[in-house]
């Protein structure tokens, strides 16, 4: 196979390899991919599927690279500012196996541009949204499809790494992102057609004076400026969501 003779050439893949073996690494290089939300959480979630063998990946962010994204964002930093986010991963991701067919999507996932991403052509589906209602909108339509679905939650004001875990959504606890959605879905009666695993943090969010100042120390209402994030934290968040799809593909994950 192709793969084999790429992996005979390339020994970046070796130590995938000693753990899984060359068939089901030929299964992890087949598979197809997509990331909507290639953030703090998604972009981690992103280099750790190249690195792990994934060669079909599509990512899709339709922002560009902001200063404030540079203390937790894998394409962020002071030469990228201003660039969308997924050209910037994309040059990475084949930076790091030039043979990886990297798919990048400048564009947004919401009710009106779901039908052009076929999320029926692909193996898996990740979420990493941050928007309330176009993660709603995902969830529903991925877990209508064949395709496996992972989905994180929120990640804002939380440090602590030893209370980052998977469950299956509706039992997700002391996650305010999960509980917004689960009354979304009730008030609405439309309910995901089925189960699907969610990283998240039940550690109690971090606040203090100035979680709703910025820099100026001016007083912020905008909910997006407010969610102070860490890396270690998002990061965590998007290599649990690597993990979730490796470890299925591999069998170690039901």
Same mark, same amino acid.
């Given at each position: 196979?192709?793969? =084999?003779?790429?992996?005979?050439?390339?020994?970046?893949?070796?130590? #995938?390899? @000693?753990?899984?073996?060359?068939? &089901? %690494?030929?299964?992890?290089?087949?598979? @197809?991919?997509?990331?909507?939300?290639?953030?703090? !959480?998604?972009?981690?979630?992103?280099?750790?599927?190249?690195?792990?063998?994934?060669?079909?990946?599509?990512?899709?962010?339709? =922002?560009? #690279?902001? +200063?404030? $994204?540079?203390?937790?964002?894998?394409?962020?930093?002071?030469?990228?500012?201003?660039?969308?986010?997924?050209? #910037?991963?994309?040059? @990475?991701?084949?930076?790091?196996?030039?043979? +990886?067919?990297?798919?990048?999507?400048?564009? !947004?996932?919401?009710?009106?541009?779901?039908?052009?991403?076929?999320?029926?052509?692909?193996?898996?589906?990740?979420?990493?949204?941050?928007?309330?209602? =176009?993660?709603?909108?995902?969830?529903?339509?991925?877990?209508?499809?064949? +395709? *496996?679905?992972?989905?994180?939650?929120?990640?804002?004001?939380? !440090?602590?790494?030893?209370?980052?875990?998977?469950?299956?959504?509706?039992?997700? *606890?002391?996650?305010?992102?999960?509980?917004?959605?689960?009354?979304?879905? *009730? /008030?609405?009666?439309?309910?995901?057609?089925?189960?699907?695993?969610?990283?998240?943090?039940?550690?109690?969010?971090? /606040?203090?004076?100035?979680?709703?100042?910025?820099?100026?120390?001016?007083?912020? %209402?905008? *909910?997006?400026?407010? $969610?102070?994030?860490?890396?270690? &934290?998002?990061?965590? %968040?998007?290599?649990?969501?690597?993990?979730?799809?490796?470890?299925?593909?591999?069998?170690?994950?039901?």
């Amino acid at each position: 196979m192709i793969m =084999d003779a790429m992996c005979e050439k390339y020994e970046c893949f070796n130590r #995938v390899m @000693r753990i899984t073996g060359r068939e &089901t %690494f030929n299964k992890i290089c087949e598979t @197809r991919v997509i990331i909507f939300g290639i953030g703090g !959480v998604g972009s981690w979630c992103a280099e750790s599927l190249i690195r792990s063998g994934i060669m079909h990946l599509t990512i899709v962010d339709a =922002d560009v #690279v902001a +200063a404030s $994204n540079i203390n937790r964002q894998l394409p962020a930093t002071t030469s990228t500012v201003g660039l969308p986010k997924v050209n #910037v991963m994309k040059a @990475r991701l084949l930076d790091i196996n030039p043979h +990886a067919h990297i798919t990048a999507i400048n564009d !947004v996932y919401n009710e009106h541009t779901a039908e052009k991403f076929n999320l029926e052509s692909y193996d898996y589906i990740v979420d990493a949204i941050d928007s309330l209602s =176009d993660k709603a909108h995902l969830i529903l339509k991925a877990t209508s499809t064949n +395709a *496996k679905f992972v989905s994180s939650m929120g990640a804002a004001l939380k !440090v602590d790494p030893t209370a980052i875990k998977m469950a299956e959504f509706w039992k997700v *606890k002391g996650c305010p992102l999960a509980a917004s959605l689960r009354r979304k879905f *009730k /008030k609405s009666g439309i309910y995901p057609k089925r189960k699907f695993k969610c990283v998240y943090s039940d550690e109690q969010p971090m /606040k203090n004076d100035d979680t709703c100042v910025d820099l100026t120390g001016a007083m912020s %209402f905008n *909910k997006a400026s407010i $969610n102070g994030a860490i890396c270690h &934290t998002t990061a965590i %968040f998007g290599l649990y969501l690597a993990a979730f799809v490796l470890n299925h593909i591999i069998g170690r994950e039901k």
